[in-house]
């Protein structure tokens, strides 16, 4: 029987076809150096080098049939595989920089509007007072579904009620604080 090491790396990827994590390792002992020094240059970031190492030789597990040993060899098919994925980060973040700089200058230019703030701080003032206002089941499964941002189940699951219940909490919940809030004079939620 033939040792790892002396596998050639065309070998190597049939038994990566063949869900052959040892051939997959061996794959990477040779040639991940090379991948990660690659992703390095071109992205200057140890993080985002790592990343593209994986996912290289992550799409080399998930589809081994790509690599043509007729074409070149598995290094520079790596290589070009790595170069790739490291471009397509840098465009991403290159994206996202230019978003981020999109948004932060267009609410840096939005008027601020001080009878606006004051409404939402009243109307803010005023929710919370009729959240205060209900029993404490209610106002628990209210608060982990609006505020934190649960779903139905995971509030049951937090709460230790059945799905159901808790659905019909919020359902009396958000209908006392209705009419708290219509009787308080708050515009839009008699609706």
């Known amino acids: 029987m033939q040792e790892i090491g002396d596998v050639s790396d065309a070998q190597l990827v049939t038994s990566v076809a063949r869900y052959s ?3 997959l390792a061996e794959v990477y002992r040779r040639h991940g150096g090379a991948v990660y020094g690659l992703a390095r240059r071109v992205l200057n970031s140890a993080s985002e080098a790592e990343d593209v190492t994986q996912e290289v030789f992550l799409r080399l597990w998930n589809q081994p049939d790509r690599f043509d040993p007729t074409r070149g060899t598995l290094r520079s098919f790596l290589l070009a595989q790595a170069h790739a994925r490291a471009v ?3 465009r991403s973040l290159n994206s996202r920089r ?3 700089a999109k948004d932060a200058r ?3 230019s939005a008027a601020y509007d001080m009878q606006h703030e004051v409404w939402d701080l009243s109307l803010a003032q005023k929710v919370s007072e009729a959240l205060g206002t209900l029993p404490v089941e209610e106002r628990r499964a209210i608060e982990l579904a609006y505020f934190d941002g649960r779903t139905y189940v995971e509030v049951a699951e ?3 009620q059945p799905e159901g219940t808790v659905k019909s909490r919020i359902r009396n919940g958000m209908r006392r604080m209705r009419a708290v809030l219509v009787e308080a004079g708050v515009q839009g939620v008699d609706a």
């Open 88 to 90: 397509d980060t840098i």
């Open 21 to 23: 994590e040892v051939a």
């Open 98 to 100: 230019l978003r981020e």
């Open 158 to 160: 937090l709460l230790d």
């Open 106 to 108: 267009r609410t840096a």
